[in-house]
């Protein structure tokens, strides 16, 4: 009877929680829209080193007012790209390269990328300024990330990286390791 009253309980409390759906900002789509499944991204170093980075899969997940209120009352869009790099035919490592749930504050979300060693993640919404690159003219709102804003540095093994640079339209375009050799993106496929 206990279990009976508990599971009435539950459903009460259930029924009556709002679900509120929420959806991404236009500004957010930018940080996942350019990158597709069998996406190929190859990058040139000033060693003429080739390292090519793989779409390997595309995760999309739209609200439905399906929440769960012991969690959340928020149902959210989520996106979550992966990758496979490789230095030649050398595997390094497959792992996601950029999340992003939207704001439940209505507001633009903070996106994780994630590049080899380095992660940025930032709750509270602190991206670096946005500049136009030195490299390319066309890239006009590249963000640096580097050891000084990314929280995880050492992620999946040491490879060394110091620094990488993501342009809101066209992605990942730069990274840059501790001996100061620097993938400069060449073309995407």
Same mark, same amino acid.
């Given at each position: 009877?206990?279990?009976?009253?508990?599971?009435?309980?539950?459903?009460f409390?259930?029924?009556?929680?709002?679900?509120?759906?929420?959806?991404? #900002?236009?500004?957010?789509? #930018?940080?996942? #829209?350019?990158?597709?499944?069998?996406d190929?991204?190859? !990058?040139?170093?000033?060693?003429?080193?080739?390292?090519?980075? !793989?779409?390997?899969?595309k995760? /999309?997940?739209?609200?439905?007012?399906?929440?769960?209120? !012991?969690?959340?009352?928020?149902? +959210?869009?989520? /996106?979550? &790209?992966?990758?496979?790099?490789?230095?030649?035919?050398?595997?390094?490592?497959?792992?996601y390269? &950029?999340?992003?749930?939207?704001?439940?504050?209505? +507001?633009?979300?903070s996106?994780?990328?994630?590049?080899?060693?380095?992660?940025?993640?930032?709750?509270?919404n602190?991206?670096? #300024?946005?500049? /136009?690159?030195? @490299?390319?003219?066309?890239?006009k709102?590249?963000?640096?990330?580097?050891?000084?804003?990314?929280?995880?540095?050492?992620?999946?093994?040491?490879?060394? @990286?110091?620094?990488?640079?993501?342009? +809101?339209?066209?992605?990942?375009?730069s990274?840059?390791?501790?001996?100061?050799?620097?993938?400069i993106? @060449?073309?995407?496929?």
């Amino acid at each position: 009877m206990k279990y009976l009253i508990l599971i009435l309980v539950c459903l009460f409390i259930q029924s009556c929680s709002d679900c509120t759906n929420v959806y991404f #900002t236009e500004n957010d789509k #930018t940080w996942f #829209t350019n990158y597709n499944v069998g996406d190929k991204i190859i !990058f040139k170093s000033q060693l003429n080193d080739y390292d090519t980075i !793989f779409i390997t899969n595309k995760v /999309v997940k739209e609200p439905k007012g399906e929440c769960n209120p !012991f969690v959340s009352e928020f149902d +959210k869009d989520f /996106v979550r &790209v992966d990758y496979e790099i490789k230095k030649d035919t050398f595997k390094l490592v497959n792992d996601y390269f &950029v999340q992003i749930g939207a704001n439940e504050n209505l +507001k633009d979300a903070s996106p994780v990328i994630r590049l080899l060693n380095m992660e940025y993640s930032n709750s509270r919404n602190n991206l670096p #300024t946005p500049k /136009v690159s030195e @490299l390319n003219a066309d890239w006009k709102n590249v963000y640096t990330f580097d050891k000084n804003n990314c929280p995880y540095s050492n992620l999946n093994g040491k490879f060394g @990286l110091t620094e990488f640079q993501w342009d +809101k339209t066209y992605g990942l375009v730069s990274y840059k390791n501790e001996s100061g050799e620097k993938w400069i993106l @060449l073309k995407k496929e």
